[in-house]
C-alpha cells in the first residue's frame, strides 16, 4: 500500500467526525463565534431538529469581505496567533476547525456585515468547497445558515437520532450557553415556532428561567474564592436532589465542560446529606486565570484540565460543603435563596459546631437532649420548660420555635414565626449524635462509658482474628474489647454519646461492619459509615415519649448542628408548614 497525503476536503470530513458529532455539536461551535464576536442578541432557527437547518443570526462585530472565504478554511482563526496564545486563550473558540469541518459535511451561507461597512456580504459553500463573495443585504453582525448536515457524508447521517432527539439536544446547548452569558438574549425558534425566547437579564433571574422555578426556589447562592480561584452560582438544597442529572452545570470561565474531577468534588460535599442515589442540581462558574487549565484537550472544548488539579478539587469540594453544613440558626429559616449566613457564632448563646472551642471533654459533658432531668437555667444546652410563644416579636423566638406536643411517638410538633415544624425527632438526633462523634473522632478524643458489667458475646472466629490487632484503635473510637476466646469478646466499654444504646446491638454492628470492610479501612476511608452505623443506634428511637423539656432541648440542638435538615441517610430532618399553607387548606380568607 503506498502512503498518501489525504485531500482537504477528506481530512476536514474526517475532522467534521468529532467537531460536529450531531446538530448539536455544531449549533454550539456557531453560538461560541457569536459569543467570542460580542453579540447581545441571537437568534436561532431549527428545522427537523437541525439536521434539515441551523440558522443563527447575531449583532456581534462582524466579518470582513476579505476574510469571508478564509473563515471556511481549516485552522484559520482570529483567536490565536501563536503557542503563547493557546496556553491562555480566553475565548470560547480558537483552533480554526469547526467552520471548515461544518462546511465538509452540509450546505452553508455565511453572510455578514461588519462594523462600518457600506453592505453585507455572503459565501455559499457545499462539500467543502467556498465560492466567492457577493454583495447581500443584512444589518450588521453574522448570519450562518446550515443546511442538510451530513448531505455528503450519508453513512454519518444514518447515526443520527430522531427529529425529537436531536432538537432536545440543541435546546440544550442553546440553555447551557444562555446560562453562562445571561447578558445575552437568545430567540430559539423549532419548524417555526418559538420555544425560547430570554432577554438580557441578571444571572439569578436567567438561571430561574433556564432550570425552573423548583431550582429557583431551593437554590443556594455560592460565593467563594482562595487566591485566583473563585466559584459562583447555586446550588441545590439536599431535600430538593431528585434522581436527574440534568440540572448539573459547571463553567469554567464561561464554557461549558464535562469534567470528573468537578463532578467528584460536588458528589463528595454531597456526599453526607443526600439519600441514596439521589443527584443535586447545581449551576457553577469557576473562574481562573487561562494559563492554570488547558482547553485544548479535544476539539469538542468540553474536557478540560487543570494545572493544580488536586487544588481546585479541594477548594470547590469546601466551598460547597461548608454551605450545606451551615446550621438551621445561622440561616433563621430563611427563604432567601441567597440567606446571609454567619458562622463566627450562634444567636441564641450557644457555641456551634462549626466553630466550638471547648474541649471535646467539656462539651460531651453539656450534652443534655433527651435526658430525662429538670431543666437547668444555667445550663444553655438545656431547653427550658414548656414556654408560651412569645407576642413580644419574632426575634424572641428561635428558629424551630417551641415544641407542642408528640405525634405518635414519632414526629415532634413545634410552632415558630412561620408556622408549624414538624421534627423527625429519630432522624434529627441521630444527625446530632453522628455530628458529635465525628467532632469527637477528629480531636481523637472521643470519651467512652465503662460498662458496670461487661458483656460477652459469642462471635465468629474470623471476626475475633480480625479485630484482635486492633484493639487499640477501637479503644480510641470508645469500644473496649478484650478477646475471651477462639469465639467470644468481652465488651467492657462504648463511646460516652451511645451510652442509652444497647450495647450488644451496638457491638455487633461494628463486627457486621468489620466483617465486611476490615478495621483497617473502616477506620479510615469508610470512618464516615461507621460513624453513621453508630449514630442510628445511638439515635432515640420511636414510640419513646418525650417530654416537653426533652423535646425543646432536641430544637435547641437541631439548630446550632451542622447538616441538621437531613440525617446520616439523607432523609430530611424537618419540614416548614407556613401559615399561609395552612390557611391554603382550611380555604380561609376565601
Given amino acids: 500500500m503506498t502512503i498518501r497525503v489525504l485531500p482537504d476536503v477528506l481530512i476536514s470530513q474526517i475532522a467534521a467526525g468529532e467537531v460536529v458529532e450531531r446538530p448539536a455539536a455544531a449549533l454550539k461551535e456557531i453560538l461560541e463565534n457569536s459569543l467570542d464576536a460580542g453579540a447581545t442578541d441571537i437568534q436561532i432557527d431549527l428545522e427537523q431538529g437541525g439536521i434539515r437547518r441551523i440558522r443563527v443570526a447575531d449583532n456581534g462585530s462582524g466579518i470582513a469581505r476579505d476574510e469571508l472565504v478564509l473563515a471556511l478554511t481549516r485552522h484559520a482563526t482570529s483567536k490565536i496567533t501563536s503557542l503563547a496564545d493557546l496556553e491562555q486563550v480566553a475565548s470560547l473558540g480558537f483552533r480554526g476547525e469547526a467552520l471548515a469541518s461544518i462546511a465538509a459535511v452540509a450546505r452553508v451561507q455565511l453572510t455578514s456585515c461588519g462594523a462600518g461597512a457600506e453592505h453585507a456580504w455572503t459565501v455559499q459553500a457545499e462539500g467543502g468547497r467556498a465560492g466567492a463573495p457577493a454583495p447581500a443585504a443584512r444589518a450588521a453582525g453574522t448570519m450562518i445558515d446550515i443546511q442538510d448536515l451530513f448531505f455528503s457524508t450519508p453513512a454519518r447521517r444514518k447515526f443520527l437520532k430522531t427529529e425529537a432527539t436531536e432538537y432536545a439536544h440543541c435546546s440544550e446547548t442553546v440553555r447551557r450557553q444562555a446560562l453562562a452569558n445571561p447578558q445575552v438574549s437568545f430567540t ?16 439569578y433571574s436567567r438561571v430561574r428561567q433556564v432550570l425552573g422555578d423548583t431550582f429557583g426556589h431551593n437554590a443556594i447562592a455560592v460565593d467563594a474564592a482562595a487566591g485566583v480561584l473563585r466559584v459562583s452560582g447555586w ?16 463553567f469554567v470561565n464561561g464554557r461549558y465542560v464535562r469534567d470528573k474531577l468537578l463532578v467528584h468534588a460536588l458528589k463528595e460535599a454531597y456526599r453526607d446529606v443526600l439519600h441514596h442515589q439521589l443527584n443535586p442540581a447545581y449551576c457553577l462558574f469557576i473562574s481562573l486565570p487561562p494559563d492554570l487549565v488547558d482547553v485544548n484537550v479535544h476539539p469538542t472544548k468540553t474536557e478540560i484540565r487543570f494545572r493544580d488539579s488536586r487544588g481546585v478539587h479541594q477548594f470547590l469540594f469546601h466551598a460547597v460543603e461548608r454551605l450545606l453544613s451551615v446550621p438551621v440558626a445561622a440561616t433563621a429559616v430563611s427563604g432567601d435563596p441567597t440567606p446571609a449566613v454567619s458562622r463566627s457564632s450562634s444567636p441564641y448563646g450557644v457555641p456551634q459546631q462549626g466553630s466550638m472551642s471547648l474541649h471535646v471533654n467539656e462539651a460531651m459533658t453539656f450534652y443534655a437532649p433527651l435526658m430525662v432531668q429538670e431543666p437547668n437555667a444555667q445550663d444553655p444546652w438545656v431547653a427550658p420548660a414548656s414556654q408560651p410563644f412569645p407576642e413580644s416579636g419574632e426575634g424572641d423566638v428561635p428558629p424551630l420555635g417551641y415544641a407542642l406536643a408528640q405525634l405518635h411517638g414519632v414526629y415532634v410538633l413545634a410552632q415558630n414565626t412561620q408556622g408549624l415544624v414538624l421534627v423527625d425527632m429519630h432522624a434529627a438526633h ?22 458496670l458489667i461487661p458483656v460477652a458475646l459469642t462471635v465468629d472466629a474470623g471476626d475475633v482474628a480480625e479485630i484482635s490487632p486492633h484493639l487499640a484503635q477501637l479503644a480510641e473510637i470508645g469500644f473496649e474489647l478484650s478477646i475471651t476466646s477462639p469465639t467470644s469478646v468481652t465488651v467492657r466499654s462504648i463511646p460516652w454519646l451511645l451510652r442509652h444504646a444497647d450495647p450488644v446491638e451496638l457491638t455487633r454492628a461494628v463486627l457486621v461492619e468489620i466483617a465486611e470492610f476490615g478495621v483497617a479501612r473502616l477506620l479510615a476511608g469508610r470512618r464516615n459509615e461507621l460513624l453513621a452505623t453508630l449514630a442510628c443506634h445511638g439515635a432515640v428511637r420511636a414510640n419513646r415519649r418525650l417530654t416537653l423539656p426533652e423535646m425543646n432541648a432536641l430544637l435547641r440542638e437541631m439548630e446550632i448542628t451542622e447538616r441538621a435538615g437531613q440525617c446520616n441517610h439523607g432523609r430530611p430532618t424537618w419540614f416548614q408548614i407556613s401559615l399561609e399553607e395552612l390557611d391554603a387548606m382550611f380555604m380561609r380568607g376565601r
Avoid: C, F, M, W
Fill in 188 to 203: 430559539l425558534t423549532h419548524n417555526g415556532r418559538v420555544q425560547l425566547r430570554l432577554n438580557a437579564e441578571p444571572a
Fill in 235 to 250: 446550588v441545590i438544597r439536599p431535600g430538593a436532589a431528585t434522581a436527574s442529572r440534568d440540572s448539573q452545570h459547571v
Fill in 430 to 451: 441521630e444527625r446530632i449524635v453522628y455530628e458529635k462523634l465525628k467532632t469527637a473522632l477528629d480531636s481523637r478524643a472521643v470519651p467512652a462509658q465503662a460498662l
